[in-house]
């Protein structure tokens, strides 16, 4: 008997069915010769399931009524044993019709099986609902058959249910970027699922801190949602405004009387709704982000599990509206810098633009200058002219550079490159500033280094064109030295180029050393003063090599020079392709350079220059009537597009059409985009200041077959052209149109 009484008061299913039968049991007619003895045994028990917390009902099988229930029972249900003695268990089981509780116990009745166990509804006196277990077992209490049922109130199992469900799908939804409205549905449909007459919602507080707005609340009206949204807060306004309000729960468990509800009153008889519980949805930091409401059908006031239900709830709606919030707020941070971002390009594009056109002139007519002077002053005039610009020039490919790197849109290219080439070039450049400043400028090959190497060309020899320049505009005695060595990495068996540039120069100091790779920074201001610069060299050597995959280094001490260090992987090296540097020489690799260049002619050619700009229209012709070119001007496209018609109706085509990309009437994009509509197929060359990747890339989309870059480079351009017109003009297939 005792093994019973402690299995009746477990909560499984097992242990219900054993208590089940100690039940039946109690019911269960005992032998006469037994009655006498078991008599006190059975009043023990009878009255130990008498007073169980368990609910325990007896139901007559052929009446279908109530026959006895116990005080555990009548205690939740809110009914005495007198009212549900006349009383039928579907008064009770408002989810179950006549039919569905046949179907139910028929394997009892039939010996099918010995017991049966499911969920349903609960509904008390007061009209509330509650969730239940039941476990049913025929017995014979006397000479009538009876249902004798366990039935446990699983509130608390379906709020933990309903929670963890909740809980772990808001995670998953979380992880799948769903949409906050999808989320905060999870979470009230999980929390409805815990009481079927309740019905749940969010609000959610608006930017102002004034208004309640529509979260989700799938289970209440559209006509209720519509008439409340938006919501004002206030210190009596419902049950929603004024916990957002006073930033505390409020429970109401009347709404139609209670004066905070007055002016919803009849909304609220219209969907039946008798209390409302609603609770702050905060922040970490304790901020109202809205409200979650609860709508009970029946008049009651929270227990202590059900606020603890209502007030997790809430603390999981905060987490998810503050996560929400804060992805919003990186998302309209993105949207700003990329703004940003896009206004610093096309700054960039117009200045570069603004700089450049003006710059194809002065470089442009200094070099026609310098061809024609002869007076040793005037020339040197001239030069400074021409060295000044080509300085701007340099200053303004910088700024786009650490733009382009900035923007992550610098592209590397990856070639087999000779490194002694890379080196005679950049000494061949750079031997002039050195002489200038009477300082030697030494090449020195230690050992043998690759034939070949894998890098950028383009960019390791813009690197060591800053550093070894650096070098040279700091150092007034001594000289400077380009060391470079191979050296191999026995723990990765990877080899790598050191290029170490020496210097005698005035040093940097080992607090400055930090900053010298910070754009805009130079080691000191007095070296700004005396020198010049903008402190963006380094930076974008730097940079640079990382995208390379090298490193730079640099030691110093103040008065005595430095050293800066360019360390590059060479890709796989072939060890019988290794070559002593020493024995080239630099002078004659450059003096072979200057005097191989061959002279281009354009004679017989018919050109037609697009050009707005009256100086870069005198230069451009000048250089190209200087070539041998017959050249025809037109101030802007549309002029352009009369000209080339008339052209070709008179049978003597252009060669070549020069197009200036921007220009008033008609600029060069559009002009060139008509001429492919219409099927022109001759070779049409972008002018274009703009020195950014993307203008290139638009040049050619418009139906351009190559492009020119402001301040024009003479020799680049006649060679550019000599390409096109050496093949009569090299006509391009046409058959798509250009948008």
């Not at 006509?223 to 957002?244: D, L, N, Q, R, V």
């Not at 009849?266 to 409302?276: N, P, Q, S």
């Not at 993105?334 to 206004?343: G, L, V």
């Not at 700024?399 to 900035?406: G, H, M, V």
Request: aromatic share 6%.
């Amino acid at each position: 008997m005792r093994q019973c009484i402690s299995k009746l008061d477990a909560s499984t299913a097992s242990e219900l069915n054993t208590a089940l039968d100690a039940v039946c049991a109690g019911f269960s007619p005992q032998p006469p010769e037994q009655d006498q003895r078991a008599q006190p045994h059975l009043n023990a028990f009878g009255e130990i399931l008498e007073h169980s917390l368990n609910e325990i009902y007896v139901v007559e099988v052929e009446t279908f009524r109530f026959v006895h229930v116990n005080h555990g029972a009548l205690a939740n249900i809110g009914y005495t044993l007198a009212e549900l003695q006349e009383m039928s268990p579907l008064e009770i089981t408002p989810e179950h019709t006549p039919a569905s509780i046949e179907s139910l116990l028929a394997p009892l009745l039939n010996g099918t099986v010995e017991h049966i166990e499911f969920e349903t509804v609960h509904r008390r006196k007061d009209g509330s609902l509650y969730p239940v277990e039941l476990h049913i077992q025929l017995a014979k209490l006397g000479e009538r058959s009876v249902f004798v049922a366990i039935v446990l109130d699983i509130s608390e199992r379906k709020r933990e249910a309903a929670l963890t469900l909740s809980r772990n799908q808001v995670y998953k939804q979380l992880a799948s970027s769903v949409p906050l409205e999808k989320v905060l549905e999870t979470i009230v449909l999980g929390v409805e699922s815990y009481s079927p007459e309740m019905i749940c919602s969010i609000l959610l507080l608006d930017e102002s801190g004034q208004y309640l707005q529509p979260g989700v609340a799938p289970s209440l009206p559209g006509y209720y949602i519509e008439a409340t949204s938006p919501f004002k807060i206030g210190p009596a306004k419902g049950s929603c405004g004024t916990a957002a309000f006073h930033n505390r729960p409020v429970f109401i468990d009347n709404v139609l009387e209670h004066r905070n509800w007055e002016p919803m009153r009849e909304l609220v008889k219209r969907t039946g709704l008798k209390a409302c519980w609603s609770v702050p949805i905060r922040s970490r930091r304790g901020k109202v982000l809205g409200t979650l409401a609860m709508y009970y059908q029946s008049h009651k006031l929270p227990e202590l599990a059900e606020r603890e239900l209502i007030e997790t709830t809430a603390y999981l709606a905060g987490i998810v509206i503050e996560r929400f919030q804060a992805i919003s707020q990186l998302q309209q941070a993105k949207e700003a810098a990329e703004a940003a971002n896009r206004s610093k390009s096309e700054f960039l594009a117009n200045m570069s633009h603004e700089i450049r056109t003006p710059m194809t002139a002065i470089l442009g007519f200094t070099d026609i200058l310098i061809n024609d002077l002869n007076q040793t002053e005037e020339i040197e005039v001239v030069r400074t002219i021409h060295q000044n610009g080509e300085y701007l020039l340099g200053l303004i490919n910088d700024i786009l550079d650490l733009s382009k790197i900035e923007d992550g849109k610098l592209d590397v290219e990856w070639l087999d490159c000779s490194p002694h080439e890379i080196v005679n070039d950049v000494i061949a450049l750079l031997q002039v500033r050195a002489v200038a400043k009477g300082i030697p400028l030494e090449v020195n090959f230690e050992g043998p280094v690759p034939e070949l190497i894998h890098t950028d060309p383009a960019r390791l020899r813009q690197i060591l064109i800053n550093l070894i320049g650096n070098a040279i505009k700091f150092t007034e005695h001594g000289s400077v030295q380009l060391v470079i060595r191979l050296v191999s990495n026995q723990q990765s068996d990877q080899q790598k180029l050191h290029f170490d540039v020496f210097d005698t120069g005035i040093g940097i100091a080992a607090e400055q050393i930090e900053n010298l790779f910070l754009p805009f920074t130079q080691a000191d201001s007095s070296t700004t003063r005396q020198y010049g610069g903008t402190g963006l060299g380094l930076a974008i050597c730097k940079r640079l090599l990382e995208l390379l995959g090298g490193t730079i280094q640099v030691s110093s001490t103040v008065g005595k020079g430095s050293t800066f260090s360019v360390i590059i992987p060479v890709g796989e090296v072939d060890p019988t392709r290794l070559i002593d540097g020493n024995g080239i020489s630099i002078a004659d690799k450059r003096e072979a350079t200057s005097s191989d260049v061959p002279k281009i002619s354009l004679e017989n050619s018919r050109l037609l220059l697009v050009e707005d700009g009256p100086d870069n229209q005198r230069l451009i012709r000048f250089m190209l009537k200087s070539a041998g070119a017959e050249v025809t001007l037109a101030e802007n496209g549309q002029v352009a597009l009369d000209l080339v018609a008339k052209a070709e109706s008179e049978q003597s085509p252009f060669d070549v059409i020069l197009m200036d990309m921007q220009m008033p009437v008609l600029d060069g994009y559009a002009a060139t985009r008509q001429l492919r509509n219409e099927g022109y197929a001759r070779p049409i060359i972008a002018l274009t200041a703009h020195a950014m990747a993307t203008d290139r890339e638009k040049c050619l989309e418009s139906g351009c077959d190559d492009y020119a870059i402001k301040p024009i480079d003479r020799q680049n351009l006649i060679e550019l052209i000599a390409h096109y017109t050496s093949q009569g003009g090299l006509l391009r297939d046409n058959s798509d149109p250009v948008a």
